[in-house]
């Protein structure tokens, strides 16, 4: 892994996309068409485009989850490729939060929120500490034992959202985090989302197509057709 | 903690899936520990009969069976005459049956043989052994099933034997066995002036080699072992061994394949879940881990449950009363630990594909295709 040393104009650049290009079906879609991009630390970035923009693949590239075909990919400093710490960029550097919560829903709330820092071999009553920090900010607290079927949608989403950010990450990558929920709902899981990255000091990097959501960002880059069409910093 | 709810979850999830393979397992292990107790105690039986008082076994050199083998009665008695022999005590071994018993074991030994005389006479007297040709004495349990008494005439193969005692002895072959005077059993089974076998004790253990050497140079047809050595090379109780493991080496197979069935069907029903793992910070390592763990239980359980049911197939062939004496149903350490070891392994084997396929689970294929 390479490392790089990168400072845009409002700080230093913790997501930064080179060119990137990226198609699946052995190149008979191509998703991402040479993407720049750059994300400085501590922003909160909403990512709008249409479904199929690319939006997600670009998420995915930067969580290290795949590989982009041409172009570089840097995280904090690191480039993302497959000779990469692959394991500690998804342990400790990026958190991720789905549309689809993706909780394991035979475990209770607890138990989903602590498999990260199982992965990441933390020691049990700091994990218990941090939870209990997170669901005390999230308003779990009283639902901690409670199974993933007994919880509201919303309910789950804050799950997803503790546990993105249980091992105190410093990007979160969140995929149309509020998209599966009603509009009040929604506005209550990003009102929390960007209260805890801002507490937390976490870059957030959001991909949506709600545009009022994405009004509440610091920043909103616009892709299209596999391509950023607005100056990614501007 | 959570390593192992998420095992325990996966498992209880598909409870009548992994319970199917459990059993599977727990058959296969209790089949395996009975059939190899059962042989193993019948192996331990019969050498426990050949090293009765005795340190050497003597007998025909390449014979497949010791039933086959023919000792002539003047090697016993110029080998007992050997300045290193304490005694030595010609055996012969013979099948006999009985009405409702096809089959009882019969040992033509002589008065001073310390299965007739170091025995536990329970009625009769030792003194009269060998006084007639048709006197036999009878173990306990022989004589409960032929419901026979000292004073009673008995049939036996073809003859009618006069029973004079009855002894108690530990030996299931030897408590359901009938003794007979050598020379009449010789008679009897057609063996006149010869014996299976010749058990031998010497004053000094450690002269052991000289006397096997003594056996070669003095009878080449014969060959002396010592007890462990003979049990260790004799070719019937190794077929018996290895036949039994086989057995039960087959039904672990099955028992295999039951939990790789499960396993495959696991990882196929939660290819997201694993996804979600790896999303998580899950190495490859980690996400095989679990599923070798989950096999590891099964077959852990499965085991348990095995050893279990073993026991008690073994306790009911005990106090069968066909078998009564033949079946020794002591668990042995080292069996129930050979077993345990034999279906962990099985149960990991089974999980092998399962747990490569899981671990090339690609996250952002699986959770892209919701």
Known sequence: MRTMEQESGSGRVVLCAEGVWKSYDDGAVTVL?????????????????????????????????????????VVNGAEVNRHGDLLRLLRREVGFVFQLHNLIPDLTLEENCLIPTVAAGTPRAMARARLGELAERTGLSHRLGHRIQKLSGGERQRTALCRALMNRPRILLADEPTGSLDEQTSEVVLELLLDLAAGEGVTLLMATHDRGLAARCDRMVEMHDGRIHEPAYA | MIFLRLIATNLSRHRIRSLISMAGIAFSVAAMLTVVTVLEGAVGMFSGILSNDSQIIVFERNVSDLFFSSVPEAAAQAIASWPMVEHADPVLFGIVSSAGQPIITCFGVTASDARIAKAAWTAGKRSDFGQHADDVALGQRAAEFMAAKVGDRVPIGHGSFHVIGIVKTTNGFEDGGVFMPLDAAQKFFHKEGASSVITVKLWDKSQAAAFKNMVKAKYPNLIGLEDEEFNHSYSQFRILKATAWAVGACGLLLGGLGVANTMIMSVFTRIREIAILRVNGFSRTQVGGLIFGESALVSLLGAALGLTMGSGFLLVLKETPALHGYIDASLRPAVMLVVIALALMTGIAGALYPAVYAMRIRAVEALRFE
Do not use: N, W, Y
Request: net charge negative.
């Open chain 1, 33 to 73: 068409k040479g993407v720049d991009m750059e994300v400085s630390a501590g922003q909160t970035v909403a990512l709008c485009g249409p479904s199929g923009c690319g939006k997600s693949t670009l998420l995915h590239l930067f969580g290290g989850l795949d590989e982009a075909d041409r172009g570089r990919i």
